[in-house]
Each structure stands twice: as structure tokens, then as C-alpha cells.
T-cell receptor
Framework: NAGVTQTPKFQVLKTGQSMTLQCAQD?????MSWYRQDPGMGLRLIHY???????DQGEVPNGYNVSRSTTEDFPLRLLSAAPSQTSVYFC??????????????FGPGTRLTVT | LAKTTQPISMDSYEGQEVNITCSHN???????ITWYQQFPSQGPRFIIQ???TKVTNEVASLFIPADRKSSTLSLPRVSLSDTAVYYC????????????????FGKGTKLSVKP
């Protein structure tokens, strides 16, 4: 059981380039989400998915696309990278425990630099 | 979405009990209170979650007064390895999956444990 995996761990892009950050989980969680974390800040939600084929926008969705073709995978696409997208990106999946408790499992993160 | 307020930083010494208080005056009926821990260069890790009164697990206790407008995370006998950022989040766990269920991460409390 690998939990939540993210690739790559580090990436440097030039302004205008596009790329896809990969996220996978092997826990059969329905809910997955993408966050970005800037230095000294908390995490901000980019996009989330409540199940295969269903996605929605979070707090800061501009410049990013997502898709959810399978339960396991939730890739994040940067359409045209900008320096403002320099950040650490975390993917998470959520375990539902009983009627109330939900626990998010986070991946190790992808550190992205856009020059 | 309920906003949370917590101290920016706290200092402690090994072996002491640490209590971090979070204010959430606008908490809604369906909101649960969740605490996460984050070490540098890692994704956040779930610590504890509760709705009211007291919740205890193997690493922490969570105290929630009757009015639920605040909560206190208690870490017994901290060690150097407890140095991290601690986030208090409030979210609708019953309807988790829609926009109301998304958790908002603030800047957290940076706990420094000294020898």
C-alpha cells in the first residue's frame, strides 16, 4: 500500500510551457484534491474530485486543469506556466470513517519552479 | 466557510504539555474540527478530528467547549520531533465532497520544541 504518490518531485519550467503533475492513490478513496502551498503560507485548494468523472474548482483554479478518468489517478495540468505558479503542489485523497470523520492523506509534494 | 484563528508561533521545551487554541466563531452546525501537522518539505498529516466535548487518540487530545467557538489541541510531553506547523481546520464533514465540505488551511501555528 503506497498511499498517495506524486511525480515528479521537482520540476523547473520556462514561462509558457505546459506540463502535467501526476497523482495516484491505491486506497480506493473517492475524494481527491490538489493544493498549492507558497512559502510561509497555508495550503490553498486548486481543484477537487468526488469520484471518477467528477471534478470541481477550489479556491485558486485559474491556470490549472484536472481530469479524473479512474478512481486511482488525478493529474493536474498547467496549461501555460507562469512565475506566479512557482509553488509546492500537494495531492490528497480522503478516507471516510463512519458518518463524520474524514481523514486526508497527502502525497509528498511536487516542488515547481517557473522561470 | 468558517474562518479559524490560531497563534502564529509557540515555543515549548521537551517533556512539557503543549496546548494550541484555535478560534472559530462562525462554526456551523455540520462543521467538524480537524487538526493537521506538517513537517518541512512534507505534506500535512492528520492528527485528530472532533465535533464536541473531548476526543483522544494515541498522539493528542482535542477539547471542544459546548459553544464550539474554539478548540484546543493538547500534545502531551512534547519532544523535539514535534517541532512542526499545526493547522486547525473547520469543515462540513457530513456534506464533504461539495464546496461546503472543502477544508480551508490557514497559516497554522509553528511550534518549536527546545531541548
Amino acid at each position: 500500500n503506497a498511499g498517495v504518490t506524486q511525480t515528479p518531485k521537482f520540476q523547473v519550467l520556462k514561462t509558457g510551457q505546459s506540463m502535467t503533475l501526476q497523482c495516484a492513490q491505491d486506497m480506493n478513496h473517492e475524494y481527491m484534491s490538489w493544493y498549492r502551498q507558497d512559502p510561509g503560507m497555508g495550503l490553498r485548494l486548486i481543484h477537487y474530485s468526488v469520484g471518477a468523472g467528477i471534478t470541481d474548482q477550489g479556491e485558486v483554479p485559474n491556470g490549472y486543469n484536472v481530469s479524473r478518468s479512474t478512481t486511482e489517478d488525478f493529474p493536474l495540468r498547467l496549461l501555460s506556466a507562469a512565475p506566479s505558479q512557482t509553488s509546492v503542489y500537494f495531492c490528497a485523497s480522503t478516507l471516510k470513517i463512519g458518518t463524520g470523520v474524514r481523514e486526508q492523506y497527502f502525497g509528498p509534494g511536487t516542488r515547481l519552479t517557473v522561470t | 466557510l468558517a474562518k479559524t484563528t490560531q497563534p502564529i508561533s509557540m515555543d515549548s521545551y521537551e517533556g512539557q504539555e503543549v496546548n494550541i487554541t484555535c478560534s472559530h466563531n462562525n462554526i456551523a452546525t455540520n462543521d467538524y474540527i480537524t487538526w493537521y501537522q506538517q513537517f518541512p518539505s512534507q505534506g500535512p498529516r492528520f492528527i485528530i478530528q472532533g465535533y464536541k466535548t473531548k476526543v483522544t487518540n494515541e498522539v493528542a487530545s482535542l477539547f471542544i467547549p459546548a459553544d464550539r467557538k474554539s478548540s484546543t489541541l493538547s500534545l502531551p510531553r512534547v519532544s523535539l520531533s514535534d517541532t512542526a506547523v499545526y493547522y486547525c481546520l473547520v469543515g462540513d464533514m457530513m456534506n464533504y465532497g461539495g464546496s461546503q465540505g472543502n477544508l480551508i488551511f490557514g497559516k497554522g501555528t509553528k511550534l518549536s520544541v527546545k531541548p
